[in-house]
């Protein structure tokens, strides 16, 4: 609990922002005063804000924490009359935005980190044996398959994201699995003994379609969100307050 309290992700909002926003404006000064051309200094500073984002709870408040620092820059820089920035450096921040969440991934979740006490109680309802491969759908930057690891020592762990600087930072903290960047929607499900989600609702009902390639015997779980048109082989409520629903192929439709 101690180590919640101490994520920035946890505090009480906006305090997540606006220690993103001193940090970026920080290293934004910092760089001008040591002779950094300014284009540099903003694409350094607004990288800061873009890792921050990763705090924010809801896709608002991530855009508010990544766009924070770009945006009080160039508020300042308008009542100033001053302009010590190229115009093309105001697209830096947008790029890294996007490459973060890319726009034909909007529909589904952009970042909701897995809660690391999230899965432990799932091996009681889905029993896997050693070797099991384990696909995190969307994983984001890791969180999921460190949560999936405790869980399951002994499986095989896949994760799939479709942002590539999630994809890096994700590898990056869970080396012992495989990850690679793709379109979950279009990857194959059926090799898989388990596919964890952790999308939202708009996403559930192609994750419904989805389920339906899985080999017999194959868990499908998602961690807050039902997949209201298939009948649940369990459920349960994590220590958090979040719901974990678990299905398995062949999957019984409602």
């Not at 909002?13 to 940090?23: E, K, S, T, Y």
């Not at 009359?81 to 909007?106: C, D, E, Q, R």
């Amino acid at each position: 609990m101690a180590r919640a309290k101490l994520w920035p992700g946890h505090w009480q909002w906006p305090l997540p922002a606006v220690l993103a926003w001193a940090l970026a404006w920080f290293l934004f000064k910092a760089m001008a005063s040591h002779g950094f051309a300014a284009g540099v200094a903003l694409g350094a500073a607004s990288a800061v804000g873009v890792a921050c984002s990763l705090w924010g709870e809801t896709w608002w408040r991530r855009l508010l924490i990544g766009a924070g620092f770009p945006l009080s820059l160039a508020i300042l820089l308008t009542s100033s009359g001053a302009s010590a920035v190229p115009p093309w450096a105001w697209l830096v921040p947008l790029v890294l935005l996007l490459l973060v969440y890319p726009i034909n991934a909007w529909r589904d979740a952009p970042v909701f980190p897995t809660p690391a006490d999230a899965l432990l109680e799932l091996p009681r309802h889905a029993a896997l044996p050693a070797g099991a491969l384990i696909l995190d759908a969307g994983c984001g930057a890791g969180h999921g398959l460190q949560a999936l690891r405790t869980a399951y020592p002994d499986a095989v762990l896949h994760g799939l994201e479709w942002s590539w600087p999630l994809r890096w930072l994700s590898a990056m903290r869970c080396p012992w699995a495989r990850v690679r960047r793709g379109n979950i929607w279009l990857a194959d499900w059926s090799d898989y003994d388990m596919v964890y989600l952790f999308q939202r609702p708009e996403s559930m009902t192609r994750a419904e379609l989805k389920a339906r390639e899985m080999k017999e015997g194959a868990w499908l779980v998602s961690l807050d969100f039902e997949a209201t048109d298939l009948r649940a082989t369990a459920r349960y409520r994590t220590p958090g307050g979040k719901m974990v629903w678990v299905y398995r192929a062949p999957m019984v439709v409602l």
